[in-house]
């Protein structure tokens, strides 16, 4: 299961979002974001950010508003 960070940090991405920027967002080491990223890549079984959001998106794991 994908904690709130992890389904935040996938729906900005999806909406466009930076690493960089979401870093800053919400307040993270470069250290701490990759370690969230790794964490959401190994949970979903997915290759890359690209098919993270996909897959979570696919199990109703997140929504885009708009």
Same mark, same amino acid.
């Given at each position: %299961?994908? &904690?709130?960070? $992890? =389904? !935040? ?7 466009g $979002? /930076?690493?960089?920027t979401?870093? *800053? =967002? %919400?307040?993270? &080491?470069?250290? !701490?974001? +990759? *370690? &969230? +990223?790794? /964490?959401?890549?190994? =949970?979903?079984?997915? +290759?890359?950010? &690209? ?6 998106? /696919? =199990?109703?794991?997140?929504k885009? /508003?708009?």
């Open positions: %299961m994908l &904690t709130d960070e $992890e =389904k !935040k940090i996938l729906v900005l991405l999806g909406e $979002e /930076s690493y960089q979401i870093m *800053k =967002k %919400m307040g993270f &080491t470069p250290y !701490k974001m +990759r *370690k &969230t +990223r790794e /964490s959401f890549l190994e =949970k979903l079984g997915a +290759r890359n950010h &690209t098919h993270a959001i996909y897959l979570a998106f /696919s =199990k109703g794991m997140i885009f /508003s708009g």
